[in-house]
């Protein structure tokens, strides 16, 4: 197996299904360090801008843990597999 991404938060190593790029910083995160700025449920699917790792969260932003269920643009979905 090729491991292809590295966290650069923690340094996990993790394939195409545990992790994406953040929105912000453009940068590989595994899927513990990713979040959801501003996301409401009654809003479907979220946005790929709305998947942001932890780092670059706002503290005035409300934040929420990166479910896999979430990924609705498809380039998300066909990069981490769904």
């Known amino acids: 197996m090729i491991i292809a991404w590295s966290c650069h938060i923690c340094a996990q190593e993790f394939d195409k ?25 009654v809003q479907g699917p979220a946005r790929s801008e709305q998947i942001t790792c932890t780092n670059c ?3 005035t932003e409300k934040a929420s843990p990166l479910k896999k269920r979430f990924f609705a643009d498809s380039g998300w979905a066909r990069r981490l597999g769904f």
Request: glycine share 8%.
């Open 17 to 41: 299904y545990d992790g994406g790029l953040c929105a912000r910083c453009k940068k590989a995160t595994c899927l513990v360090h990713l979040s959801l700025i501003e996301y409401e449920p």
């Open 57 to 59: 969260v706002m503290p």
